[in-house]
């Protein structure tokens, strides 16, 4: 099995993230390259798999995919009009509003 290299923009291409985000990442935990070619650093696959997991664990920690559109609550809210001018014949003060969360 031959050893893969990739850049950090090659990472974020294959991860289907904007590739600051990798760098960030990279700054934040320190991480050093394994090989550099022409100003270019290139990290080796555990490096890159541990990458990889990172933004898989993160990019679902809020994925709420799973719920069906009938899943989703649906609130009713009642407020009065206000008693400005009353018109005769006007008896009902109340309106309600749906709102779907």
Do not use: C
Not at 8 to 34: C, Q, T, W
Not at 37 to 45: A, H, Q, R, T
Not at 94 to 99: A, F, M
């Amino acid at each position: 099995m031959a050893k893969r290299w990739l850049s950090v923009p090659e990472i974020a291409e294959e991860l289907g993230i904007n590739k600051l985000r990798v760098y960030r990442y990279i700054s934040k935990y320190n991480i050093d390259y394994d090989k550099r070619l022409k100003n270019v650093n290139y990290y080796g696959e555990p490096i890159i798999k541990r990458i990889k997991e990172h933004f898989f664990v993160a990019d679902h920690i809020g994925d709420t995919s799973d719920t069906k559109p009938t899943d989703i609550q649906k609130t009713e809210k009642r407020t009065t009009k206000p008693d400005t001018e009353p018109k005769t014949g006007d008896t009902k003060n109340e309106y309600r509003v749906l709102i779907v969360i």
